[in-house]
């Protein structure tokens, strides 16, 4: 093979990260975008330039009806091919390697063309999918070798099939989706022809010096999925049948247990691609919740896998292996797995990006390049948008000034890393405390900066990042004691009796009930990885098929009730690949959700509601208030007659959701400019 540099076991350590990551497949929606493959390549080639051993392109169908949505990207002319060309070349020129993964969605396309092995409707798409005929799994089966050729002609080093995660090649292999009396339904062996034959066909037709990855289904984790004997079965098939690696993938996209959120532990499911090594010869990718170098090094240590797939930790940074490499891990921006920027926005058909690296597929309009004239900049507010905002000023050459009237950077991020399943978010804080140094940020805390400092020192700029504050609510007895806001409980830590109420049911409300419902003298099930797989019902041992089980829940300290105002689900503003997670959680631990609420008042008797009408009083020891933000804005309307350019930036400037993605957003986009 001419890729042994690439697949060779190597010594572990940082500097020989390089050859055992793979950047995962993402789709990123610049794949249907006016001048997107223009886009792609630079999005990639940064990538290649980090120092990236492989590159996994979204998925690309081989024909019109496997796309993932109606006139979604596809595969199936040289025209088509040529556009690709752009991309190859990129990544080739920072001698990177990249291939393709070719993905046909089956019954999971949001399309009237639709098909998948039987007429079963998938339980997340509206459309039922009409059944391939026995000529047209023929027909599928030499689009994906004509796509795999297209590919191979337009300079990618090999492809990658997708056959996980619920799309077409895993509704042949399970009877959950396949009911066929043909030749490619009824028993394991025949349902397992469709990747095997798929598999064969494209190595016959690109030849031995061609990457073949193909990603195996090695945890169902839906009803009637397949058993680990028979994952092993297939993976000894798909070997046999040319792959030249198999990639982990773990979870149909219907499955009920979380597998990529935040809530996951660190390298989750790594154990899973452990029992596969041995099983074949060729090399294993594993992934899921790796983000940092010290995680993908535990992974390989352990003898999880020869390789290490990630994909939203490179949205984050671009240049994660070169960090690692020069065994400078503080400086990596790492994802912390929120789904905010890039998948919520590949399933509302946005152009993908990231949280905490806005530039992500933005590469070639969103440039921060060095200052032509140096200036003297005052960020006030040490959250997110602050944070942003002085340490990219710095990295420009201005000087900065950064003041904060805490005694530490974070802002509300050091709120949300206290809620369990969000301890990912102390990385974002750890990032820019890094920055802050290295750029040599004047940083005050315990400082609240007023008019006089700020005329005093003569400022070019002043950025006003000064956040929000908590949004009161209406009712009687607001002053008791037992009446908190969740500043007091997150970031103050007050104690909390064993009965609560929660005003407001939105992402903060949803927070601090994940909060109030864990035992904090214990590990998160979200950092321990058996803990986890009990909670959510994932069985370790492997004994039943999909690899499910009973959920066992952690029993909740204290009685939650979770209150709004308005009628309709709990939750409606949460994102909409992680919301189900919130809701799934907190019905675990028990919470009762009430809403058309009218709060009336609180005192040693309880708490005062009308629900739909009706008078009721809540037990509870104390009500935390959640009801929103208001911006924090008075510094900055104080200022506006000084000679400086003023901004405002931030929750201070919209305090809508406490939306942190905007916020990096806007301060990158501002300190682009100046």
Not at 553 to 565: D, G, H, I, N, T
Not at 583 to 593: C, D, E, F, I, T
Request: glycine share 8%; with cysteine; charged share 25%.
């Amino acid at each position: 093979m001419s890729y042994q540099k690439l697949l060779s076991p190597l010594d572990l350590g940082f500097t020989k990260l390089k050859n055992r990551v793979l950047m995962g497949s993402m789709h990123t929606n610049l794949e249907e975008h006016p001048n997107g493959f223009d886009r792609l390549a630079q999005y990639f080639a940064e990538r290649a330039k980090g120092q990236v051993g492989l590159i996994v392109t979204g998925g690309i169908s081989p024909n019109p009806e496997g796309a993932v949505f109606q006139g979604g990207a596809q595969l199936t002319t040289k025209e088509e091919a040529v556009k690709h060309q752009a991309i190859t070349k990129a990544v080739h020129d920072h001698d990177g390697k990249i291939c393709m993964q070719i993905l046909h969605a089956g019954r999971y396309a949001y399309s009237p063309d639709a098909v998948g092995a039987s007429e079963i409707q998938s339980p997340i798409t509206p459309i039922k999918p009409k059944k391939l005929t026995s000529e047209g799994v023929y027909k599928t089966i030499e689009d994906y070798v004509n796509c795999a050729k297209l590919a191979q002609f337009a300079g990618y080093d090999g492809i990658e099939v997708m056959g996980s995660e619920g799309y077409l090649i895993n509704q042949f292999i399970v009877k959950r989706t396949n009911n066929r009396e043909d030749e490619w339904g009824g028993s394991y062996e025949n349902r397992i022809k469709f990747p095997i034959k798929i598999v064969e066909d494209i190595r016959k037709a690109v030849g031995e010096n061609f990457i073949i990855i193909y990603r195996l289904s090695m945890l169902d984790l839906v009803e009637d999925g397949s058993s680990w004997e028979e994952v092993v079965q297939l993976a000894k098939a798909i070997e046999k049948a040319g792959a030249t690696i198999i990639n982990t993938g773990i979870g149909w996209h219907e499955a009920r247990i979380p597998t990529i959120g935040t809530v996951v532990p660190k390298a989750g499911f790594a154990w899973v691609t452990k029992r596969m090594m041995g099983e074949v010869n060729i090399p294993l990718i594993t992934t899921n919740r790796i983000n940092m170098p010290d995680v993908a090094e535990n992974v390989l240590q352990e003898g999880c896998a020869d390789m290490i797939s990630m994909a939203r930790p490179f949205l984050a940074d671009p240049n994660w292996v070169k960090k690692a490499m020069d065994n400078n891990p503080d400086e990596i921006n790492t994802c912390i797995a929120c789904n905010q920027a890039c998948l919520d926005h590949t399933f509302e058909l946005k152009i993908s990006s990231c949280l905490v690296n806005p530039r992500a597929c933005h590469e070639t309009v969103l440039n921060i390049l060095p200052a032509t004239e140096k200036k003297k900049i005052a960020v006030v507010g040490a959250g997110p948008a602050g944070l942003a905002a002085a340490t990219l000023a710095a990295e420009k050459s201005h000087t900065v000034f950064l003041y904060e009237s805490e005694n530490q950077i974070g802002g509300q991020f050091n709120m949300a890393k206290v809620i369990p399943g969000k301890e990912e978010y102390q990385h974002t804080i750890r990032y820019y405390k890094t920055l802050l140094e290295k750029y040599n940020v004047h940083v005050h805390l315990n400082t609240k900066a007023d008019k006089e400092l700020l005329k005093n020192e003569a400022f070019d700029h002043i950025i006003i990042a000064t956040g929000v504050n908590p949004r009161q609510a209406e009712f009687d007895g607001l002053n008791h004691p037992n009446v908190l806001s969740y500043v007091d409980v997150l970031y103050h830590k007050k104690s909390v009796g064993n009965s609560v109420a929660i005003v407001g049911a939105g992402g903060i409300g949803f927070d601090v009930a994940e909060y109030l419902t864990h035992d904090h003298t214990h590990n998160s099930p979200s950092l321990n990885v058996t803990a986890y797989m009990k909670e959510w019902g994932v069985d370790m041992d492997y004994e039943d098929r999909g690899g499910l089980e009973q959920p066992q829940p952690l029993p909740s300290p204290r009685q939650v009730f979770l209150l709004k105002r308005s009628g309709g689900k709990h939750g409606k503003s949460l994102g909409k690949t992680t919301g189900w997670i919130h809701r799934a959680s907190l019905k675990m631990k028990g919470v009762k959700h009430l809403a058309n609420v009218e709060y009336k008042k609180f005192d040693n008797e309880g708490f005062h509601i009308v629900v739909n009408g009706e008078d009721q009083i809540l037990k509870v020891d104390n009500v935390v208030i959640c009801a929103g933000q208001i911006s924090e804005k008075s510094l900055y309307e104080e200022i506006q007659d000084l000679s400086a350019q003023i901004h405002l930036i931030g929750g201070a400037d919209k305090a809508a959701q406490l939306d942190a993605k905007r916020a990096i957003k806007q301060a990158t986009e501002l300190i682009a400019e100046i």
